[in-house]
């Protein structure tokens, strides 16, 4: 089956710098990769994805990047805000009817003023 | 447009009582389902997913059981509880790929 790794696990970063999650996944078949942002006890909520059919797409100061021969992905938070401050997921996922996800464990971003 | 509810929202419950958490989504038919679990301060684990009434798949061995009664409607119980199934409990559902989570229900056992 899938299996996601995530990197780091905890990222501290000052306010208007630039942050970098990387995740790389296991099955080869997997052709969609969403990003979820967590607020402290609130729902995992999608922020941005991918299709493997692309190598990078961008949404303001979010950018998701893809490289599916190294099977990995990576999210950029350019300038950031203390409102960035969350848990972020990665997931892998077979864009097919019946197929589940699996997440990567997750990674704690500080954005200190 | 599809929404999903979940409740309760908050629940403590003793060590020895049964649980009962409710999902259902709207706007959609035929979603697949799912029930993860979050430990504090933890990533999201996978429990259990249905693709359709009755159909339930779990992803590891626990104290707690799954049912999809109705086409939109998935069931996270217990008979017993026990004080490691603390946690935060979401419902999703997905189509074409996205996930969509449901608000969580924190559950204590005490």
């Known amino acids: 089956g899938e299996n996601v790794e995530q990197h780091p696990s905890t990222l501290s970063v000052q306010e208007g710098d630039s942050a970098v999650i990387k995740c790389t996944y296991s099955?080869?078949?997997?052709?969609?990769f969403p990003w979820y942002k967590q607020e402290l006890g609130k729902r995992p909520q999608l922020i941005i994805d991918i299709r493997s059919n692309v190598g990078e797409k961008k949404d303001q100061r979010i950018a998701v990047t893809l490289n599916k021969t190294a099977k990995h992905f990576s999210l950029h938070i350019t300038e950031t805000q203390p409102e960035d401050s969350a848990v972020y997921f990665c997931a892998a996922s077979l864009d097919n009817y019946g197929q589940n996800f699996v997440f990567g464990p997750g990674t704690r971003l500080s954005v200190l003023p | 447009s599809q929404t999903i509810h979940q409740w309760p929202a908050t629940l403590v419950q003793p060590v020895g009582s049964p649980l009962s958490l409710e999902c259902t989504v709207e706007g959609t038919s035929n979603p697949n389902l799912y029930w993860y679990r979050q430990a504090a301060g933890r990533g999201l684990q996978l429990l259990f997913y249905s693709v359709g009434i009755g159909q339930i798949s779990s992803e590891v061995p626990q104290n707690l059981s799954a049912s999809r009664p109705q086409d939109r409607q998935f069931i996270l119980s217990s008979k017993k509880l026990l004080l490691s199934d603390s946690g935060f409990y979401l419902c999703a559902w997905s189509s074409a790929g996205e996930a969509f989570f449901g608000q969580g229900t924190r559950l204590t056992v005490v």
């Open positions: 099955d080869s078949a997997s052709n969609y």
